[in-house]
């Protein structure tokens, strides 16, 4: 099985950063696509950033201009650099990891998340 463990979160000032890390580890030759997902209350979880495993990205529009997600795939971690936070920024984030291959050269079948970090910006 894949563990995902998210870490890096906290409170912060509005214009304020953070730095958000995850860490696959278990049964995993590569990960094909990783991503930040948040929930804010009251609120469906939705995808903040994603990368692939040759570094393509993605971003909700929100997050552009701000928000920087990056990788290292030796190391199977994923990073969400955060500037210029806002308060509408406040969110549980969680990892996801897919399209994982095992040392074995099975693929597994589901996605695996971690358990998620509480981002809070307020002043």
């Known amino acids: 099985q894949v563990q995902l463990v998210e870490s890096g979160g906290g409170l912060v000032q509005p214009g304020g950063s953070l730095r958000l890390s995850c860490a696959a580890s278990?049964?995993?030759?590569?990960?094909?696509?990783m991503g930040w997902y948040r929930q804010a209350p009251g609120k469906q979880r939705e995808l903040v950033a994603a990368?692939?495993?040759?570094?393509?990205?993605s971003y909700q529009d929100s997050v552009k201009g701000r928000f920087t997600i990056s990788r290292d795939n030796a190391k199977n971690t994923m990073y969400l650099q955060m500037n210029s936070l806002k308060p509408e920024d406040t969110a549980v984030y969680y990892c996801n990891a897919g399209r994982i291959r095992a040392h074995s050269g099975n693929s597994y079948k589901r996605d695996f998340w971690g358990q998620g970090t509480q981002v809070t910006v307020s002043s």
């Open positions: 278990g049964s995993i030759f590569s990960i094909g696509v």
């Open positions: 990368i692939t495993s040759s570094g393509n990205t």
